[in-house]
């Protein structure tokens, strides 16, 4: 079992986050299988979720800068085919806890 830190991710230079929001005209297993593993094979991708609604799948991706940023996303077109691919850069992170809410 691996263990797990919370670092600044400035201090690391990986300052740049950035949403990417997928959509696909593909939506069987096969294509899923593809894409998924091939997200999960970029360390870059900090999270990834299916959603519901006009977007299909939302990345949330960390990079040192915009030229880095362009670099993960060429990796990220090669994964699977991707019908349209935009992204966001956040300009302030206001907000952003591993905290759960348990105490009700």
């Given at each position: 079992m691996g263990r797990i830190g919370l670092v600044n991710r400035e201090a690391v230079g990986l300052g740049v986050t950035v949403f990417v929001a997928v959509r696909t005209a593909r939506h069987n297993d096969e294509w899923l299988s593809d894409f998924a593993q091939g997200v999960a094979n970029l360390p870059e991708v900090v999270e990834f979720y299916r959603m519901s609604g006009e977007i299909d799948y939302l990345?949330?991706?960390?990079?040192?800068?915009?030229?880095?940023?362009?670099?993960?996303?060429?990796?990220?077109?090669?994964?699977?085919?991707l019908h349209d691919v935009t992204s966001s850069f956040a300009m302030q992170e206001i907000k952003s806890t591993t905290q759960l809410p348990l105490g009700g």
């Open positions: 990345l949330k991706v960390v990079a040192r800068d915009i030229a880095d940023f362009d670099r993960i996303y060429r990796k990220l077109i090669k994964v699977a085919e």
